[in-house]
């Protein structure tokens, strides 16, 4: 009766082990997930900011400075609200 209550104890802890085991690859994969996430965020965001940068000084060679800033932030406004509305839909 003991030696099997033993043998049971021991196989518990050894799950127990093996589960824990388990569990800490999993949360590594996902941290190195959520920091590759983040970081693709970041540069998304870089990327955006130097988009509108090239494109609001292409136009205000063409154009006046203060209509070139003006078209920026009215299409930089409606694709934000675009990408709300789909959030929110999604």
Do not use: C, D, H, N
Not at 67 to 79: D, K
Request: charged content about 10%; overall charge positive; hydrophobic content about 60%.
């Amino acid at each position: 009766m003991t030696g099997a209550l033993a043998e049971l104890l021991i196989s518990a802890v050894e799950l127990v082990e093996l589960e824990g085991r388990s569990l800490r690859r999993k949360v590594q994969g996902l941290m190195q997930s959520l920091v590759m996430m983040l970081a693709a965020g970041a540069m998304l965001i870089a990327a955006s900011v130097w988009l509108t940068w090239a494109l609001y000084t292409a136009l205000a060679t063409a154009l006046s400075p203060a209509l070139a800033g003006l078209i920026i932030g009215v299409t930089s406004l409606l694709l934000a609200g675009g990408f709300l509305w789909l959030s929110r839909k999604a």
